[in-house]
Structure formats: structure tokens, C-alpha cells
């Protein structure tokens, strides 16, 4: 049985970055989770088979901890939106003690200067994308 995040009080001010869906912040069971919603399939041919990356997220961080690789814990869930029922992840939000998570997506966006503009995948390039940035002091990073 999955749980139905629908009534869990919305905790404003928590802002969620990255690639894929919509996040919010809720409050569920005294802990704060962040709810993973799939991406919209408008414009995408679904007719070959459909991934719901919520799912996919859900399983690997699964399987990471099972194997005693520490990932984020996570659950599935379901979230009425605009009176359609959808399959979320909740993942457990980590960034206690007024800590805060930046994702890299956000980090790179913010390179001007950089010869892969923060896109590059070597090793090199992403420690030139953390010195280059923006967003926030690389000291905090490292």
C-alpha cells in the first residue's frame, strides 16, 4: 500500500532544483520529505513503453542501500494534482542543521568564463565548474 502525500502539510520557503518534474516540500510522519513528481509526457512518444523516473529513483536508491551503499531513503507515494492521482517519490530530506543541498545543474548554470561553460564531465572540468561558479562560495563545496 503506498502512501497518499495529498494532505501532508506543504512546507514553503524549501526550494528543490534539477532536471526532472516538479518538487515540493512536505511534512509527513514529524519528518520533512521531498516529493518527486513525474515528468509530464506532453510532446513525448510514449507508444514504445513509458519510464516514471519517480519509480526508477525509487528502486535504485533501494537497492544502493540494500547493498550498504548509503542513498537517500525514499518511499513511493500518490499526490492528488488538479484531480489526477500520480505516483510520487518521497525522499527524505537530508539538509538538517541549517545546512543546504546546491544540485550541480544550478551550479554549472552559473559559469561564464569556462572553457566546457560547465558542461564538461571530466574530473577537471567539473573542479573548474565548482572554482567558476556563481552560486555559492566554492569553500562551502569542498
Known amino acids: 500500500m503506498m502512501i497518499d502525500f495529498t494532505g501532508c ?14 518538487k515540493i516540500a512536505v511534512e509527513y510522519d514529524g519528518e520533512v520529505y521531498m516529493l518527486k513528481f513525474p515528468p509530464s509526457a506532453e510532446g513525448k512518444s510514449t507508444a514504445l513503453s513509458y519510464t516514471n523516473s519517480c519509480i526508477s ?22 499526490y492528488n494534482l488538479g484531480g489526477k492521482t500520480r505516483i510520487i517519490c518521497a525522499c527524505k530530506d537530508f539538509t538538517a ?9 544550478s551550479i554549472k548554470n552559473t559559469i561564464l568564463d569556462s572553457d566546457s561553460n560547465g558542461s564538461g564531465t571530466e574530473l577537471e572540468d567539473i573542479l573548474d ?9 566554492p569553500k562551502l563545496l569542498r
Open 9 to 22: 502539510k506543504v512546507i514553503l520557503g524549501r526550494a528543490y532544483n534539477g532536471a526532472n518534474g516538479c
Open 97 to 105: 542543521n541549517g545546512k543546504r543541498l546546491f544540485d550541480f545543474c
Open 57 to 78: 529513483e525509487h528502486i535504485a536508491s533501494s537497492i544502493f542501500n540494500m547493498l550498504g551503499i548509503k542513498a537517500q531513503d525514499t518511499m513511493l507515494g500518490t
Open 129 to 137: 565548474t565548482i572554482d567558476k561558479q556563481r552560486y555559492v562560495s
